[in-house]
């Protein structure tokens, strides 16, 4: 049997760059493979990240897709996804990366890296629990490392464009069930054209499934209300009545783990 393979699940974030950086200068480029799952509606500037991470590295890198958008996830599962359920990471991401990696290589053969840094250390224990016998590690986490949005430009690759727009993750073009309302505000001011688009597209998925159940949570006097991405822009973005407490509130996302 020849070298293990460190195989790193390349989100696109710059966790994902700095943990495929390390494992080249530490196991060489021949043993690196980037494993990236493709939501076909990725922001086009992933590509340009993903493309120069590449040619830096000079690894291999392997694009998994199952052809349909997080979107159209929610119509065919008849569910919109949020915070606690999650079927577009569940079937665009988890299991297909789950799927290839074991299929493709024994325990022994592989490890998984992920790009998880220091400041997110607790989120490595439960999937390193959940696949033994595989190997799941974060050299980020292992050497205590907390890696800046911008660690890239050192070599010459320009960050990825939605840490410009100030949003938190370079995952489905900007878009997740995940985020908070301050995620939707940071988008909003940055690209209102795609905020738009996702308007769009959340009431289509409630239209197929015939139920409008939103994944943004407000507090308005005291009770908390489920609102959609239009009624969000409507009633508070475009009347500046966001309040500060909510402007911050960014949500998580990791939902490749
Ligand atoms: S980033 Fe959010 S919307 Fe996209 S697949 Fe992950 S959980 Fe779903």
């Known amino acids: 049997m020849g070298n293990k393979k460190h195989v790193v699940s390349f989100s696109g974030g710059m966790g994902s760059f700095a943990e495929a950086k390390i494992c080249v200068d530490k196991y060489g480029k021949d043993n690196v493979l980037l494993l990236f799952a493709d939501t076909k509606m990725e922001d086009e500037d992933l590509y340009r990240f993903m493309f120069e991470t590449v040619a830096f590295l000079d690894c291999d890198l392997m694009i998994l897709t199952d052809g349909r958008t997080p979107f159209e996830v929610f119509k065919d599962v008849k569910y919109m996804g949020n915070s606690r359920i999650d079927p577009c990471s569940k079937l665009l991401k988890r299991e297909p990366l789950i799927k290839w990696f074991t299929q493709t290589y024994k325990p022994e053969e592989a490890e998984m890296h992920l790009g998880i840094d220091f400041s997110e250390h607790h989120r490595l224990t439960g999937v390193q629990e959940r696949m033994i016998p595989y190997v799941y590690r974060s050299t980020l986490v292992e050497e205590g490392k907390i890696i800046p949005k911008d660690y890239s430009e050192q070599f010459g690759i320009k960050r990825p464009r939605l840490y410009d727009w100030k949003l ?13 309302l301050g995620h939707y505000k940071a988008l909003y001011e940055a690209n209102p054209d795609r905020y738009k688009e996702f308007e769009v597209k959340e009431a289509e998925v409630y239209a197929t499934i015939g139920k409008q159940y939103p994944f943004l949570k407000k507090q308005i006097k005291g009770e908390r209300r489920f609102i959609t991405l239009k009624e969000y822009r409507e009633e508070f973005l475009e009347t500046n009545t966001v309040t500060p407490d909510e402007a911050i509130e960014f949500g998580g996302c990791g939902c490749a783990i």
Do not use: E, P, S, T
Not at 170 to 175: E, H, L, T, V, Y
């Open 168 to 180: 938190g993750h370079n995952n489905c073009g900007g878009f997740c069930v995940k985020a908070g």
